[in-house]
């Protein structure tokens, strides 16, 4: 509901909504945004009551008066997302209303749905004061059950829960990278990572990163120069460039971790909407020198932040007595609620409406940036994201503030390479990027030289 108020009211600010137009029926708009008629009914009502919109019945919705501008300490610029921190930052506090930029899907995908009603009653219901050390048991039971399903075999003593897949990278890199080390990573690659390697004094090596997978032959290269022990991938539905691995990459990938002893650590953020059959570096490895990290947060609501690492015995043990000394333990209180969404069959539900909904919205998506003239490569992996090259002209941090300066918030390349100045591109999220205000302003730009 918020993402339809803020929408509203930018447009309002921009001038492109004037007091006395009538604002697109509430089927129309719940069309439009792919989400559900009561929640475009409850966007408008919160706006009559703040006086900006009349209800007339009969006819619609229309506009009264114009909201005052936000004060100069809430500039939109402010939020461009130019750097790391603040396209995370944007993420979190949600300030621009259309949001291709994007990491996650979008609250409205939840709020239909049985889940959200479940999670309201769960939430207040009885919970055990500290956890496990390693995670709640039953949960840990069923994950290692999932990941037999995806060719990965793993006993309960590998597998220990984290707050989400970040604290699990987190761990990884607290007790395995020292200051100075080099450390190989996908180039473009997942943002938060390279934040981490940074703060902890590391030199993250980008490896190019292909529709296919990591370009193999670079990673022989950058491994056999840099010397580096630690490779960081995310194999399938690639965050950002939306790509997946191959079965033939993937061997290659380990054949090149044995020759040069590196320690893979795959990332699976979006396992549970993928088929099992995926070609996964773990199932190929059997957890040797793959650690595999799991989560919630990208199908679940994100405030959640529980996910999970399975790795060889003594690796896990090891990043367990990590966690302790950092954090104690994870919640119970969470785990038990998932273990329960999944036992009562309520998450594989969620699951299949989320895939429909990625679906829809890709197919959508893709028809309207390639009307645009941008060619989204194949195979689009079944996550949340495209990636689109831009022209040259689109390069630097003026398009994110123009961005910002129309409500829209993307996600450039820069935030998501090694290097200082990656050729000019972005990640749409699906759920965005077919979005008629974000495809204009894309067009104006694209045409612009």
């Known amino acids: ?36 008629k009561n929640t475009v009914v409850e966007a ?39 750097d790391r921190v603040s396209l995370l930052a944007e993420q979190l506090d949600r300030r621009l209303p259309i949001r291709p930029g994007d990491g996650r899907p ?14 309201s009653y769960q939430r207040f219901q009885e919970a055990d004061s500290y956890n496990s050390s390693w995670g709640y048991a039953p949960l840990r039971e069923r994950l290692c059950g999932a990941l037999a399903e995806r060719g990965i075999s793993c006993r309960e003593s590998q597998l220990l829960m984290t707050h989400g897949a970040n604290h699990a990278m987190d761990l990884v890199i607290r ?28 030199n993250a090596v ?39 691995i191959t ?21 699976d953020p979006f ?6 059959t995926a070609p996964r570096l773990a199932a190929l490895d059997q957890l040797d020198r793959v650690i595999y990290i799991g989560t919630f947060s990208k199908t679940l609501a994100g405030s959640f932040r529980t996910g999970y690492i399975a790795a060889a015995p003594r690796l896990a043990s090891e990043l367990n007595e990590l966690k302790v000394v950092t954090t104690v333990s994870t ?20 699951l299949r409406r989320l895939r429909a909904r990625a679906s829809t919205a890709t197919t959508a998506s893709v028809k309207a940036l390639e009307a645009l003239g941008f060619s989204i490569r194949r195979p689009i992996g079944g996550g949340f994201y495209l990636w689109i090259e831009l022209p040259e002209h689109m390069g630097g941090d003026d398009l994110a503030h123009d961005a910002a300066m129309a409500g829209i918030f993307i996600a450039p390349a820069a935030n998501f390479s090694t290097s200082r100045n990656p050729p000019p591109a972005m990640r749409v999220n699906v759920a965005y990027g077919a979005d008629p205000s974000f495809i204009g302003w894309l067009g104006d730009q694209v045409n612009r030289r």
């Open 247 to 267: 079965f033939g990459t993937a061997y290659s990938v380990l054949r090149a971790a044995t020759e040069f002893d590196l320690l893979v650590i795959e990332d």
């Open 206 to 244: 980008g490896v190019n990163r292909m529709q296919d997978g990591p370009d193999v032959g670079d990673l022989e290269a950058k491994a056999k120069k840099s010397g580096a022990r630690l490779f960081f991938t995310q194999s399938l539905a690639h965050n950002p460039t939306g790509g997946s």
């Open 331 to 350: 919640s119970a209180h969470d785990e038990r609620l998932i273990f329960q969404l999944v036992e009562h069959g309520h998450y594989l539900k969620h």
């Open 271 to 276: 396992a549970d909407i993928l088929p099992y």
């Open 175 to 202: 007790r395995y990278v020292a200051p100075g080390d080099n450390v190989l990573v996908d180039d473009p690659g997942y943002y938060p990572l390279l934040a981490k390697l940074a703060l902890a004094g590391a």
């Open 1 to 36: 509901m918020d993402f339809v108020v803020n929408s509203i009211l930018m447009q309002l600010r921009a001038g492109t909504l004037r007091p006395g137009q009538r604002l697109p029926s509430i089927r129309d708009e719940a069309q439009r945004l792919g989400i559900g």
């Open 44 to 82: 408008y009502l919160r706006l009559v009551g703040q006086g900006i919109l009349q209800a007339k019945p009969g006819s619609g919705y229309y506009v009264v008066r114009t909201p005052p501008a936000a004060t100069q300490e809430h500039k939109i610029p402010l939020v461009a997302a130019t």
């Open 106 to 119: 979008p609250t409205e995908w939840l709020e239909t749905s049985e889940l959200r009603r479940y999670l």
